[in-house]
């Protein structure tokens, strides 16, 4: 005779809340409790069967940053999750991190974090992120500044930044503060997300430099050639006693000891000066010239009757008579070569006749003594 045994069974079982187990009859069931089944074995033995079923509670999974927004270059951003150990994915999720540089700007971007239990029950939570893109900064100014120049406004774009560096001063840019050379310019531009951009020019600070050369000395009535290498535009002053007043090499036959002031601009609108001074040394020897006849006709040549001479200080007085001895002209106090103080053929405004007329000069020679002289000058027209 065979004994066969009967079983009483006994299983705890585990699943996740919301979840489904078959108990022994095929019965589904989602709910927790203690199931008793009473089977029969093949053998016809009575078994009982016993099933605890428990539910596990789900994870509550939790993700969040610091930030709803950051801007383009604010660099990785840690997400704060749990429970830890889940899965974190999205656009820009490296790891445990998001990188604005990798998602670009745009948004906001749906960042998920999956957590599974040892059960396997799982949980998801979400949250955004939006990425600012930085703003774009445009700053205006010159490449080239002459060391001399006033102070040149800068314009930045968009209004209200902060420019800074070599020679600036609020929003103005000094040449002569920041010297020669290359000077770093920066506008700082932060937008309302909090968002930093900057743009940076160089102005090339230049300085022009001329040499009129050294002084020269010339005894009176001799000239002296000036001579200077320039690339730019020149003016002498003042220009009396100067062949021209622009050139680069004028012969200076000044009467009296003078100092010309040399500008130069060159092709960048700098300038340049210098001063050289034409020292005039007095002769004791004296020549006088005084023309027998001129024609004051308006061509601008001979068109003044003035007495000339070599080595005197200034013509004291001119005289004109006509044939009858009525004065017809009279000046005084007159520097050699001022043309325009002798006589231009008028009296009382009007021209008067071709002729004859009679003068009588006054000179004031180097020795403080006078001369005077006394002739005719034939007038034509």
């Not at 930044?161 to 932060?190: C, I, N, Q, R, W």
């Not at 622009?246 to 092709?267: F, K, N, R, V, W």
Request: proline share 7%.
């Amino acid at each position: 005779m065979t004994l066969t045994p009967t079983y009483a069974l006994t299983e705890d079982v585990e699943i996740c809340e919301g979840g489904s187990y078959t108990l022994p009859d095929g019965t589904v069931v989602s709910t927790g409790g203690t199931f008793v089944f009473n089977l029969t074995t093949v053998d016809g033995c009575d078994s009982v069967v016993t099933i605890h079923l428990e539910l596990s509670p789900l994870p509550v999974a939790v993700v969040n940053f610091d930030v709803a927004g950051i801007c383009f270059d604010g660099g990785w951003q840690e997400a704060t999750v749990s429970p830890a150990g889940g899965v974190l994915s999205g656009t820009g999720i490296t790891a445990t991190h998001f990188d604005p540089a990798l998602a670009g700007p745009g948004g906001p971007y749906i960042i998920q974090y999956i957590y599974t239990s040892a059960l396997g029950c799982a949980d998801t939570a979400y949250t955004e992120i939006e990425v600012f893109p930085l703003p774009a900064v445009d700053l205006f100014a010159p490449s080239i500044a002459c060391i001399e120049a006033d102070p040149i406004l800068l314009t930045g774009n968009p209004i209200g930044g902060v420019f800074t560096g070599e020679g600036v001063v609020d929003s103005f840019f000094m040449p002569s503060l920041a010297g020669t050379g290359a000077a770093a310019v920066t506008y700082s531009y932060t937008d309302g997300n909090g968002c930093a951009a900057s743009s940076i020019v160089y102005i090339d600070v230049v300085q022009n430099m001329v040499d009129a050369g050294p002084d020269v000395t010339i005894n009176i009535g001799d000239s002296a050639l000036l001579y200077v290498v320039s690339d730019g535009s020149l003016i002498w002053s003042p220009a009396t006693g100067l062949s021209c007043e622009d050139c680069a090499d004028p012969i200076a036959s000044p009467l009296q000891t003078t100092t010309y002031l040399l500008t130069e601009t060159d092709g960048n609108g700098c300038l340049a000066t210098d001063l050289i001074t034409v020292t005039v040394e007095a002769s004791e020897e004296y020549t006088i010239f005084i023309p027998n006849s001129f024609t004051p006709n308006g061509d601008l040549a001979n068109d003044y009757f003035l007495p000339m001479g070599f080595n005197i200080q200034r013509i004291l007085t001119l005289r004109i008579y006509d044939r009858w001895g009525m004065l017809m002209y009279e000046n005084g106090d007159i520097l050699p070569g001022d043309y325009i103080g002798g006589w231009d053929g008028t009296f009382k405004g009007k021209p008067v006749n071709p002729g004859v007329y009679a003068y009588v000069v006054e000179f004031l020679l180097p020795d403080g003594s006078v001369l005077q002289r006394g002739g005719n000058v034939t007038l034509l027209r």
